[in-house]
């Protein structure tokens, strides 16, 4: 029992960073909390549903179209909607979720309603972990993490562009005197969250059915590993991830199943609270001491 | 001149023609219920399918003259999370008073919104024939205060009967397998928690089964590896299973994965229609699960039921997807049709009577209403209505295995499930 707690709390802790990665990039670079990232992530999945089903494109082009769609919705959000009420932190959050509300229930409004809609398995086999059985799909989607939390490392660390994301988000003002196009790297930043959405879509959604009450969960539960972590900060996000998933499991496993919805809730009072910054965040923090 | 008047003449006459047959004032039915969920949007269309049928057929019978019926939906969202009952009520006011039915049909979705509804209905005196809502408290009220609820009638199945259906494929299962260790696993909603918690106290411990777990999964809850490894560590025969949320899709996938060596019965919505054998990757052969009313799925030996389907496909392009709904919501249509014919009216008071002694053939058998307003469910499509339990085969068919007047064929195990006779 404790191997597969351990196991299976480890996936979740994963699928837990692939989801909050994006929102926290978007956030960390420009400052906007994207409350339709939930849209975003459920957009992808249905994308890549009618290309695949619909269309009849092969899988792979599938996943790229709807990865590649979904970042371009990203760019469209900022440029059509942001860019003109950036700074203004309610509006902000106010304009995003409205437009992700709308998203969703357009969806519903056009029939995406029902069972139907679901993604094919990359590798449709399990293996045997001592006693434990796990489905390649959830090992898939440790080695994509995993991967990706690495790739999104190096690209802020080592190329131009990253290094350009980094700027804007220590300081914003210094990088604009530097020549850095302040709101260019913040609409990619939001596109670049877009597409991590769209990643985490494609690789957990087949675990299951797309359904467009998922984005709301979706946004809860990156808005509670964002919170607890530290809005902005990449590690906080992973150690977040970690704490929370093992939480859950450790609550199917040793308390009730019942309980496990109300864990992101309780972490998120609970650090607000304690530390409202977030265990590793710096936005609050001078405000805090003070 | 003379050609072009006779022309004039003929064509004023067809549009006068024309216009007399429409001029006929429709007879409203009110569909308010959660349209966005799949039993209310299948619902809906059933209903739309059996309107289409009696208006082709010239429509209904009233005082003389042929009136055609028309759907009026809204969208009372009352299945929806966080949509207070309240805000599902006023939904189901504005329709009575702005589009003024003649009757209500499928109503609200969740029972808390049913029971909440039923005064509003009374006040408003519009029969309303429910397909979606369970709850057998409905019936209570209706038997303690007739008078006043006497509005309210109920096609689809409900908890009672709903129950007495697990309990006899559970039998069954005994019989020819000889289990007799389950484990339970519910989404924690009010239909689930009570259908289980039922199920326990007064069939599986009072019949000798061993109980060996009970789990209940908030609405949204997507990973149940920690359930099924309970299940499987513990020895469990059975997963009795209880669901109506699109996740509970993962719980059959991560069972075959995890070679959960236990028969999967009980309802899982997303396991009732064809399409879940493609969604599901071709990989839920052997799960058992109930269709709350026949017609939802079409059974071989029961013509109705098939032809209803079919029209169903053929109307819409895809076959009915949800276990609970369509099927009643078809039929409530044609019980209305008949009742107001019989009736000659469409005084409440008198449409009522005319529902209660209602007694015809229809898609799910049998169709008859009791005291409480309930229609009589029971194993014979010639005695009652039906609902049954079905078997995913190997081949993505859907065989029915109970009730046996309509059972198609035996039970068979997955192979890594193993009977104990």
Not at chain 1, 70 to 87: C, K, M, N, P, Q
Not at chain 1, 191 to 209: F, H, Y
Not at chain 2, 104 to 123: C, Q, T, W, Y
Request: proline share 4%; hydrophobic share 50%.
């Amino acid at each position: 029992m404790l191997l597969t707690s351990i196991i299976y709390g480890f996936v979740n802790s994963i699928i837990l960073s692939l989801i909050a990665l994006g929102f926290n990039l978007t956030f960390g670079i420009s400052g906007v909390a994207n409350f339709a990232y939930g849209a975003l992530y459920i957009l992808a999945g249905f994308l890549c549903w009618i290309f695949f089903n619909t269309i009849g494109l092969p899988y792979v082009l599938a996943i790229l179209f709807s990865v590649f769609l979904t970042a371009i919705s990203g760019l469209l959000l900022y440029h059509l909607v942001l860019l003109r009420i950036r700074g203004m932190v309610l509006a902000e959050v106010i304009a995003t979720f409205a437009i992700g509300i709308s998203v969703l229930e357009l969806f519903k409004y056009f029939g995406f309603i029902g069972f139907e809609y679901s993604l094919p398995v990359f590798i449709d086999k399990s293996i045997d972990i001592g006693n434990v059985t796990i489905d390649m799909q959830r090992v898939l989607i440790v080695i994509s993490g995993l991967i990706l939390a690495i790739l999104l490392w190096i690209f802020t660390h080592h190329t131009r562009l990253g290094l350009r994301f980094r700027g804007i988000a220590q300081n914003e003002r210094t990088a604009l005197s530097l020549g850095i196009n302040s709101d260019l790297v913040a609409s990619l930043s939001v596109s670049l969250g877009a597409a991590l959405a769209a990643i985490a879509a494609i690789v957990i959604l087949p675990l299951g059915t797309i359904t467009v009450e998922s984005g709301y969960d979706v946004l809860i539960n990156a808005l509670a590993v964002c919170i607890v972590g530290g809005l902005g900060s990449t590690g906080g996000v992973i150690f977040a991830s970690f704490l929370i998933g093992y939480a859950e499991s450790f609550t199917a496993y040793y308390l009730e199943s019942h309980w496990v919805m109300v864990v992101p809730l309780v972490a998120i009072l609970s650090i607000l609270v304690i530390k409202p910054s977030g265990l590793f965040g710096v936005h609050k923090e001078l405000e805090e001491r003070i | 001149m003379k050609k072009g008047f006779l022309i004039i003449l003929f064509c004023g006459l067809f549009l006068f023609i024309g216009t007399a047959i429409h001029a006929q004032e429709p007879i409203v039915i009110g569909v308010p219920t959660s349209l966005g969920f799949l039993e209310g949007k299948e619902s809906y269309k059933a209903v739309q399918l059996a309107v289409e049928e009696i208006n082709s057929a010239g429509g209904v019978k009233l005082q003389g003259k042929m009136r055609p019926f028309k759907v009026e939906a809204l969208d009372i969202r009352d299945a929806a999370p966080g949509v207070p009952v309240p805000e599902a009520l006023l939904g189901l006011e504005k329709i009575i008073l702005e589009k003024r039915p003649a009757a209500i049909v499928v109503g609200p979705f969740r029972s808390e919104a049913l029971l909440a509804g039923m005064d509003i209905i009374a006040k408003y005196r519009v029969p309303m024939l429910g397909t979606i809502a369970m709850t057998p408290l409905s019936e209570k009220k209706i038997k303690e205060n007739p008078e006043k609820y006497r509005y309210i009638f109920r096609v689809s199945l409900n908890v009672i009967y709903w129950a007495k259906l697990l309990a006899g494929t559970m039998e069954k299962l005994r019989k020819e397998f000889g289990f007799n260790k389950v484990y339970l696993m519910n989404q924690d909603v009010l239909w689930a928690r009570g259908t289980a918690n039922a199920m326990k106290k007064r069939y599986f411990l009072k019949t000798g089964w061993e109980v060996l777990g009970h789990d209940q999964f908030p609405t949204g809850f997507s990973d149940f590896s920690s359930s099924l490894m309970k299940a499987k560590a513990k020895g469990a025969e059975v997963l009795f299973t209880c669901f109506d949320m699109p996740q509970s899709g993962v719980l059959v996938k991560q069972w075959k994965s995890m070679k959960v060596p236990a028969l999967i019965a009980g309802f899982i919505s997303p396991m009732a229609g064809q399409a879940a054998w493609n969604t599901f990757e071709k990989k839920i052969g052997g799960i058992l699960n109930a269709v709350f009313e026949i017609g939802n799925i079409p059974c071989e030996r029961y013509e109705p039921s098939k032809r209803f389907y079919e029209a169903y496909l053929k109307k819409f392009g895809q076959g009915i997807q949800s276990g609970h709904g369509p099927a009643p919501s078809y039929e409530a249509v044609y019980i209305l049709k008949d009742a107001i014919e019989k009736a000659n009216s469409l005084d409440p008071d008198s449409l009522v009577s005319a529902i209660e002694a209602t007694d015809r053939i229809g898609v799910m058998g049998r169709i008859r209403f009791d005291k409480g307003h309930q229609v009589i469910y029971g194993k014979d499509p010639k005695e009652a209505a039906l609902n049954c339990f079905f078997q995913w085969t190997e081949d993505g068919k859907r065989r029915v295995i109970y009730p046996d007047s309509i059972a198609e064929g035996k039970i068979f195990l997955p192979s890594w499930v193993k009977g104990k006779k």
